[in-house]
């Protein structure tokens, strides 16, 4: 009886050991599908979308393909970030649906009623088709009234005033939130000082069109516009080549307005003293995506140097320095320029690498592949005797200091 027990129990172990290891040859079998699927022509979407997150194989050319063939329905108001034409270059995507919602746009007496993706106040407005101002206050908040405006949100647009200012005998058009002048004086940064005149009390109220007056007792003040310039935010997108740059949003000056007090003896100035300085315009910022994605195969730090074949079949070894580059940089129209990129490789105005090379096969300022990007010759060396094909990277390694 025992005997027959131990047989039974023996037989059962090796049943459930057998399907174990079909289950896990099963599972395996998908893995290897779905890595060999990635591997090849599938890319890995994963979709967020209204607090939900999916995620699927495809083979399309373009997001938006992807999209519509898994089933995805979007609005034409809807906003995909990567947008739906984004081509699809890399393994994997995070896709982001924001979906088009009621929005109610109250702006004074005027009240608004529009459906739209977007999540900021200046990106509402523009789709509402309304100008609004940095002085402007913009409020987003949930709506309250259902039954009206359904579940969606309000924003409120609470206008500055608009008038003129004459400060020290320049004058411009300006919007305030303050309430008297003294609050507008103060919201711009204007202090009058001893000699400081205003043409009314600072305690009148503040209407749309005033014109008020600021000047300067005794010695002359004069107004000069200068440019603010624009700053510049970048993008790091990790599924671009190092090489790739491109504007997002093109960025402008604004416009700031200096007044000086000076000081003029004999028909010549002897002293100019900064009194006043108002924004009359606010820079637009440029948005720059940078790709950080490394080439394959590229010269790193730790290989130091290596043998690379050209699409031509040309094979160069690469090698590495770490120089000063502004004096070589004077040729090909750079005028010394050069920058730095995200890998340490110096690049010119254009985005070229910049390598030194055998002149009498690689002319200076001609274009060149490497395994770092396409490059342009500026420099040449000693190495050029022994390895005619060979290119001297420039790059930031060996002292990390932007030179």
């Known amino acids: 009886m025992k005997r027959t027990m131990r047989k ?13 290891v079909a289950a896990s040859l099963a599972v395996g079998t998908t893995l290897n599908k779905s890595a060999h699927a990635l591997n090849g022509t599938k890319r890995l979407i994963t979709v967020y979308d209204r607090g939900t997150k999916s995620s699927f194989l495809t083979d399309k050319k373009t997001l938006g393909e992807a999209l519509k063939d ?10 995909v970030e990567p947008s739906r034409d984004e081509e ?35 990106q509402i407005a523009k789709d509402a088709g309304i100008t609004v101002y940095p002085e402007d206050n913009k409020i987003i908040r949930p709506s309250t009234d259902f039954i ?39 919201e711009k940064g204007i202090v009058l000082g001893v000699n400081g005149r205003v043409s009314v009390p600072e305690s009148t109220p503040i ?15 004069i107004s000069v516009d200068q440019a603010v310039p624009f700053g510049t935010e970048k ?41 006043a300085s108002i924004v009359t315009k606010q820079p637009t910022k440029q948005v720059v995506v940078v790709g950080i994605q490394s080439f394959p195969n ?26 000063n580059m502004s004096t070589v940089m004077q040729a090909c129209g750079q005028g010394g320029y050069y920058e730095v990129r995200v ?30 990007g396409p490059a342009k010759v500026y420099d040449t060396g000693g190495f050029a005797s022994r390895y005619p094909d060979g290119f001297d990277i420039a790059t930031d390694w060996s002292q990390p200091d932007g030179r």
Not at 152 to 165: D, H, K, N, S, V
Not at 207 to 221: A, I, L
């Open 70 to 79: 898994k089933g995805i329905e979007l609005d034409p108001r809807d906003t």
């Open 298 to 323: 590229a010269l790193t730090k730790a290989k130091g140097a290596q043998m690379w074949t050209d699409s031509k079949g040309v094979t160069h070894r690469e090698t590495y320095y770490d120089l």
């Open 88 to 122: 699809l270059v890399a393994d994997d995507y995070r896709v982001n649906i924001y979906r088009a919602r009621p929005v109610v746009v109250v702006d004074g007496t005027t009240r608004v009623k529009i459906m739209t993706p977007y999540q900021t106040a200046e």
């Open 343 to 372: 890998d340490g490789i110096k690049v010119d105005r254009d985005g070229y690498v910049i390598v030194a090379a055998n002149f009498g096969r690689y002319p200076r300022c001609s274009v060149v592949e490497t395994s770092t």
């Open 8 to 20: 039974i129990f023996t037989a059962r172990n090796v049943f459930v050991l057998l399907l174990i």
């Open 207 to 221: 209407t749309s069109g005033m014109e008020v007056r600021v000047w300067r007792e005794g010695k002359q003040t």
């Open 148 to 186: 009206g405006d359904g579940a969606g949100l309000e924003f409120t647009i609470q206008r500055a005033t608009p008038m003129t200012l004459d400060l020290y005998s320049n004058k411009t058009a300006i919007r305030t939130q303050g309430k008297t002048v003294g609050e507008m004086l103060k």
């Open 235 to 275: 993008i790091f997108d990790a599924d671009r080549l190092v090489n790739y740059k491109a504007i997002q949003t093109h960025g402008m000056d604004g416009i700031k307005s200096i007044s000086y007090e000076i000081e003029v003896e004999n028909g010549k100035e002897v002293s100019r003293t900064q009194i």
